[in-house]
């Protein structure tokens, strides 16, 4: 399954750190990690929310590679239109996510104040 976590510079670095393989614990206030299963939304949360919301006004979708089978059981949950689609990994679960990255996170898209 391929799904896309938009991010900003910070998450970035820490993927980044990690050689691509995998994404950070979450903060104490984000108890769900949540990639999205599409690219549009993706870029809509990057282009919108992250360059709006970051302190430097960036944001970033990762593209990855994950497990059909371990994904089977995290619930798709819809959030908003059609293409607003989520799976939800409680942050406890997060390392045991990462394991189950297949190949490297790669950055699909990169967005900045115009």
Known sequence: ???YRPVGTKELQLIAESNYCKFPPR???QPIFY????E???VEIASRWNVTY???HKGYVT???IDDAYCRQFEVH???DNHHQELWIPSERLEEFNRHI???ICVAAEFGES
Not at 35 to 38: A, D, E, G, S
Request: zero cysteines; hydrophobic letters at 40%; proline letters at 8%.
């Open 40 to 42: 549009q939304y993706a």
């Open 35 to 38: 990639p999205v299963l599409t």
């Open 102 to 104: 297949i190949g490297k």
């Open 54 to 56: 970051n302190d430097d």
């Open 78 to 80: 819809q959030v908003g």
């Open 27 to 29: 903060l104490p206030e």
């Open 1 to 3: 399954m391929i799904l």
């Open 63 to 65: 593209k990855f590679e």
